[in-house]
């Protein structure tokens, strides 16, 4: 590690065998944690190529559990978190808009690092037991089209850096790999970004994937279509900005989506917005999410279309079905 840091430290990169190496090697507990620390705040320091991006995501596919869905067409909604801005789950919440819609969601999620509350957070303050046994899986997918993969379950490989990323608290490249690491390989997705340079990078890994994606990140800052202003939206032939009016919506103001102070305020939000009760701010922003996620399943309807979908799912209780049928035993 000393002769890889030495040649960070002097601005030099990784290639894509050496990234893959290095989180292999971290996998295997290797390095001491001062060593994984300073690797890992060099990327703090400066932003992340292609090839270092692309080696530390084979690295986890290849140690990574995977999840055998049979074919099954599904979807992830899942972001790379770490923008700081503390909203309330609003992926996680989208995703069970989505399955509510009719579609196959397999969620990718984690607890919170740089966040009050993550996907897991919630779902395991909602009942939810995790697993990463595939039939079981499987059987959430069909009696709830939703089943939700809770990372470090799936990723035991990186069991030894989650101490180190909870005592650091601030985003970290592994904020960036939690999208495109899903052990279910999911020919759909719909993935947030806190940068404008992270979005270029996924763009140029999805474009030697076969499957359908929407690349979002709102100007100022979210990872998600936060509907405050204007957001950039990635997709397999098109690149372009997206308004608040495209969604039928005015421009919110960031308190307006704001999720708590704690993971008990988090979990009432939830529960509130999933049970039609939330606010219009609250209802507008999962809607609009969750019309990009389905749009990628068929790209002939326009986003309003897309999002009557949405809408429907949430004001009929089939968002909320979806969740009850997810944590039935």
Not at 182 to 199: D, T
């Amino acid at each position: 590690m000393k002769r890889i840091l030495n040649s960070l430290f002097d601005h030099q990169k990784l290639s894509v065998e050496q990234a893959r190496e290095v989180l292999i090697k971290i996998s295997k507990e290797e390095y001491n944690p001062a060593e994984v620390a300073s690797f890992i705040t060099v990327y703090l320091m400066r932003g992340i190529s292609l090839e270092e991006l692309k080696g530390f995501r084979d690295a986890l596919i290849e140690l990574a559990i995977p999840l055998d869905v049979r074919g099954q067409s599904v979807i992830d909604l899942c972001g790379t978190g770490g923008d700081g801005k503390n909203t309330f789950n609003i992926s996680t919440l989208a995703s069970f808009v989505v399955a509510g819609a009719g579609y196959k969601v397999v969620k990718h999620g984690n607890y919170g690092v740089s966040s009050v509350s993550g996907s897991s957070n919630v779902l395991e303050s909602l009942g939810y037991s995790f697993t990463n046994d595939n039939d079981t899986l499987l059987r959430e997918l069909d009696r709830s089209n939703i089943c939700f993969c809770h990372a470090p379950l799936f990723h035991p490989a990186l069991k030894g850096v989650g101490p180190i990323r909870r005592q650091l608290r601030v985003k970290t490249f592994f904020n960036m790999l939690g999208p495109l690491v899903n052990p279910a390989r999911p020919n759909h997705q719909l993935v947030g970004v806190f940068n404008l340079k992270i979005a270029k990078l996924y763009k140029y890994l999805f474009e030697n994937d076969a499957h359908d994606y929407a690349i979002v990140h709102s100007l100022d800052g979210y990872d998600e279509v936060s509907l405050t202003g204007k957001t950039l939206v990635l997709k397999p032939e098109e690149e372009r900005l997206m308004y608040p009016h495209e969604f039928d919506a005015r421009v919110l103001k960031q308190e307006e989506i704001f999720g708590g102070d704690t993971i008990e305020e988090a979990v009432s939000l939830f529960k509130d917005i999933i049970q039609n009760k939330g606010t219009e701010a609250q209802e507008k922003v999962v809607l609009a999410n969750a019309a990009l996620a389905i749009q990628t399943f068929d790209r002939t309807k326009d986003i309003l279309t897309c999002q009557d979908e949405a809408r429907e799912a949430l004001k009929t209780g089939a968002a909320f079905q979806a969740l009850n049928n997810l944590l039935k035993n």
